[in-house]
């Protein structure tokens, strides 16, 4: 199976204490967060930051869509649970439409 890569961001508030609280939970995400990501075709995922900016890579398979993963999550109770949390972290980036998280980059270079 080929893996496609996606690059995404997202804004976390500007506030040194949940940046960290956020970083911290990261280091432990929920069990069913990680299998609702698998289950989804998403094969890695790696989340960057620099000050209350994120960055996410995500390799995925090629039963992975966005529209999917949408479906999936919003039938998932602990993944809605999960999401309302990190808003309490997360802000919407200042181009993104109303409620929207993460944002999709456009490829502008390759080695």
């Known amino acids: 199976m080929r893996t496609k890569r996606y690059a995404l961001a997202c804004d976390l508030k500007d ?3 949940l940046i960290a609280e956020y970083i ?3 280091k432990n ?5 990680l299998e609702s990501i698998k289950a989804a075709g998403i094969e ?3 989340i960057y930051n620099i000050e209350n900016r994120l960055f996410m890579i995500m390799e995925v398979n ?6 999917r993963k949408a479906e999936m999550d919003a039938n998932n109770l602990k993944v809605q649970e999960w999401e309302n949390f990190m808003w ?3 802000q919407e980036l200042p181009m ?16």
């Not at 995400?29 to 967060?33: C, S």
């Not at 090629?62 to 529209?67: A, H, I, L």
């Not at 439409?97 to 456009?106: A, H």
């Open 15 to 17: 506030n040194p204490e």
């Open 24 to 26: 911290k939970l990261h």
């Open 29 to 33: 995400v929920w069990p069913e967060i």
């Open 44 to 46: 890695d995922m790696e």
């Open 62 to 67: 090629d039963s992975f869509s966005f529209e």
């Open 88 to 90: 309490k972290f997360q």
């Open 96 to 111: 993104a439409k109303p409620g929207e998280k993460w944002m999709l980059l456009d490829s502008i270079f390759k080695l």
